[in-house]
């Protein structure tokens, strides 16, 4: 299975109806095996164990399932609302993809499913007394189930849609896309050379934001033509007819060219998946949306920055004790590394815009920049000072309180400082 393949499966995996359709699926198979395995009991041991009693159980789960299940995806469908208005919209993708509310849905559906399948074949006379009782047994298991899944969901709702869950589901999200990111500093391939390039070059056919790149397609193009490839663009960047994607030493017919473009995933929007720096982006735009006017919500932005400085200190931390142990996989492929700089930019800089006229706020960003500085993580070191006086800058544009701003000035000076390691 290649690695596109491998990733649309799963992206298809995460998807709502998925889950339902497996626990209805399950459910089903329940009902038929009760048909199987009636015959084996005898009828006074079913009779004996109380198998009479299946039709009311399976008239309670049928008639509470359904109302639970439409009241479950009322309550999902306003959890992403509230996640959307309150946060970002990029951050709700996380909540639709959400393992324990897909799980909460799909058991109440396939013990909807399950329920009623049972009461057709019960009222149809397709059960013996024994294979009443095996119903009996799935319907007091699928019983015992749905009362745990229920009970999770209710302590899962007084969490559900909240600032702090979402800011830790877009941090977790962030620091797995991280470490598989670790685990392949270039994609698994070699580190392309800024300004390298190939003789033949390959633009992108479609327009928007490339979402995984197949390297393990590309590699193998490469050794059918003793060719090395450049792949000029990582999961997360925007391309457009004009973009470079791939470029080559050997002639590109039509055909190879195809299987290129298909090795480059392109779609609407950018994922977390395989994708760093999304995730620092959705945190700049929680805080920028804490920040604005409407909302003038400058906690959110202090939480925002802590979580920023945890996720970077993850990737520092992980990048020192895996340095050195990541595999070659694709020798014949290159591809740009990660420019980390930039993540700088994409969580601090808006704070450092949005947040000018707030003093509380320019304080912990000039703090968090300090906090960053003690990584010692050399690439981090002139962006961090950059946004530092970058920050200063816009404090005094905004006009901020004299005093308010030599109260920056002084926190600045220890990320300017030179800290020995």
Known sequence: MTEKLLYLLQRVMRKTWVRCVLFSLVGVLAV??????????????????????????????ATSMLTVAIFSASTMVSSFTAVASSATPRASQLMIEDTTIQNTLATFIGAFLYSVIALIG????????GGRLVLFGFTVAILLIVVIVLLRWIDYLSVLGR????????????????DQRLSRPCLGGKPLRRGSQGRYTLLSSETGFVQHVSMDILQKLAEENDDTLQVHVLPGAFVEPSTLIVSGDQVMDD??????????????SRTFDHDPRFGLVVLGEIS????????????????V???????????????????????????????PPLDEAGMLDDVFLPLARYGAGAAEVGLQLQRSLAAIRRLHHPEFDTAVQQLSRYAIARAVHADLFEADVQGLREAAEEVQRVIPA
């Open 288 to 303: 920028t949306r804490a920040l604005s006017p409407g909302v003038n919500d400058p906690g959110t932005a202090l939480d």
């Open 122 to 129: 019960l009222n149809a006379r397709l059960y013996g007394g």
């Open 305 to 335: 920055m802590a979580t920023a400085v945890r996720t970077l200190a993850h990737w520092v931390h992980h990048l020192h004790s895996n340095a050195g142990t990541a595999d070659l996989l694709f020798d014949r492929v290159s591809a």
């Open 163 to 178: 600032m702090g869950e979402t800011l830790q589901r877009v941090e977790k999200a962030t620091t797995q896309a991280m």
């Open 255 to 268: 055909a190879r060219r195809e299987a290129m473009r298909s090795a480059v995933l392109i779609g609407a």
């Open 32 to 61: 038929g095996l009760s048909m199987v395995l009636g015959p084996s009991i005898p009828e006074d041991v079913a009779v004996k164990l109380g198998s009479d009693a299946i039709g009311s159980m399976l008239n309670i789960i």
